[in-house]
């Protein structure tokens, strides 16, 4: 694949970004929320994310050389921290899976923005090491994390991770979050017709009323490996129909500009539920999330084809500046909209669109 940075991203001609603040891109959209993918490798093989048939025993994963260090990654989330990023979020892959995952938190934690206040620090996880990993990940500056749920029946639980991975070790994890004061924990199901939108209803009234926010994703065309088709898409509407039908939801404002997901909550009183619509209902026209792959390239959207050699700059001498100015042209540049030009597309046009995998960049 061919890597680009925009011509004169390292020099002096650049576009720049401002001695402190934010710099928008093309459509106004400020950067405020870096995911930084820390490992490319991963327990599960969720069949929607890293099948089998493509990530299996002899798939070639990235040498440990060819990972950002935690220096590089520190440097980065510095720089960005210094340009209007308020949030950071650790992704893979399987973030608990890189080795010294603690150690890199802390060195984030101490982050400021130029007014001196503490980023936001999360994570997101499949959840199979947070019982063992939780309260180190709180005693290190972690600030909340999210755990992907996709089913509460173990069978289909199992199927889906297709590792045989139990979810009770998982809602363990969970609860050890929660405990550690890992919150608020939110946890994301994505929602495949014919494999688990049989159970939305069920998981809604089994979280109702806990700690917990549950959230519903539109499965996605992320990459090309998960054999994506628009028919096993179950819209959120109908997801919050359904829901709704059985225990009435009030819809409520989005929580943060630039939030992915929209709320409802329970009429009751007892909690709320969230609904990421990025294929029947794309917010491309607030999202202000960048993102850096495993070996340190920046991606300007979830359904990008390329990324930009950010690494080849650290690791070829360049300063703070340099780095600063190189990712002011990148995001300055950007026009990304992929998921409102979805629906202009034919099938043929999407299936021939390259995409990076969901496993590459995290979600």
């Known amino acids: 694949m061919t890597i680009t940075t925009p011509a004169g991203a390292g020099t002096g001609g650049a576009r720049r970004l401002p001695a402190s603040g934010e710099l928008p891109d ?8 870096l995911r930084i993918s820390i490992t490319d490798r991963c327990n599960f093989r969720c069949v929607y ?3 089998k048939a493509v990530f299996g025993r002899d798939y070639a994963f990235l040498d440990r050389d060819e990972l950002l260090s935690f220096d590089e990654i520190v440097r980065i989330a510095r720089v960005a921290a210094a340009h209007g990023v308020e949030k950071l979020r650790l992704t893979g892959g399987e973030p608990l899976l890189r080795r010294g995952v603690e150690e890199l938190v802390a060195r984030l934690a101490e982050l400021r923005t130029p007014d001196g206040r503490p980023l936001e620090l999360a994570l997101t996880t499949n959840g199979a090491a947070l019982a063992v990993k939780a309260r180190a990940l709180r005693d290190a500056g972690l600030s909340r994390v999210t755990v992907s749920l996709d089913s509460l029946d ?3 639980f199992q199927e889906m991770n297709d590792v045989r991975f139990p979810v009770a070790r998982v809602l363990a994890g969970i609860d050890a ?3 550690a004061g890992l919150g608020p924990i939110k946890l994301n199901m994505v929602v495949k ?5 049989d159970e939305v209803v069920a998981m809604a009234r089994h979280f109702k009323g806990t700690p917990y926010t549950l959230r519903f994703i539109e499965y996605m065309d992320v990459g090309t490996s998960n054999g994506w088709d628009l028919a096993e898409v179950v819209p959120s509407a109908e997801i919050v129909e359904r829901i709704g039908a059985e225990l009435p939801l009030v819809a409520i404002g989005r929580s943060a500009p630039g939030e992915t997901a929209a709320r409802w909550r329970y009429a009751d009183g007892e909690g709320e539920i969230g609904v990421i619509s990025s294929v029947t209902n794309a917010f491309c026209g607030t999202c202000n999330r960048a993102r850096i792959s495993t070996e340190g390239r920046l991606f300007t959207c979830l359904f990008a084809s390329e990324g930009h050699d950010l690494r080849a700059l650290l690791r070829g001498g360049a300063d703070d500046a340099e780095l600063a100015r190189a990712m002011g042209a990148i995001w300055g540049a950007r026009d990304d909209r992929y998921s409102e030009l979805r629906a202009t597309l034919t099938p043929e046009l999407r299936a021939a669109r390259p ?4 496993s590459y960049i995290g979600g």
């Open 154 to 156: 173990d069978a289909k």
């Open 355 to 358: 995409k990076i995998e969901m």
């Open 177 to 179: 979050a929660h405990e």
């Open 26 to 33: 093309r459509l106004g959209r400020p950067m405020r929320d």
């Open 49 to 51: 994310c890293m099948p």
């Open 193 to 197: 017709r014919g494999l688990n939108d």
